[in-house]
């Protein structure tokens, strides 16, 4: 699975580095977000319910957020 590692960012890199890689990837396809900025709870869910995508799993360990995206 393809990471989009925006560890260090705030907001809105994050959600920039997600919408470069799915404007490219294919439908159906899936990528996790690597991230350290708690935006990304309210920004991801956001952009996904926007742009039809979908979160498979959200998650956090020791300060990092993994989410994987299921793109539209």
Partial sequence: MT???ARGTLCPM???RS???A???DSG???MLLATDPGVYQDIPAWCR???HKI???EEENFLIRIVIRIA
Avoid: C, K, T, W
């Fill in 29 to 31: 396809g899936e990528f």
């Fill in 3 to 5: 990471e989009v590692d």
């Fill in 23 to 25: 404007r490219n990837a």
């Fill in 14 to 16: 994050p959600l920039i």
């Fill in 56 to 58: 498979v799993s959200m």
């Fill in 19 to 21: 919408q470069d890689y």
């Fill in 50 to 52: 926007m742009h039809g």
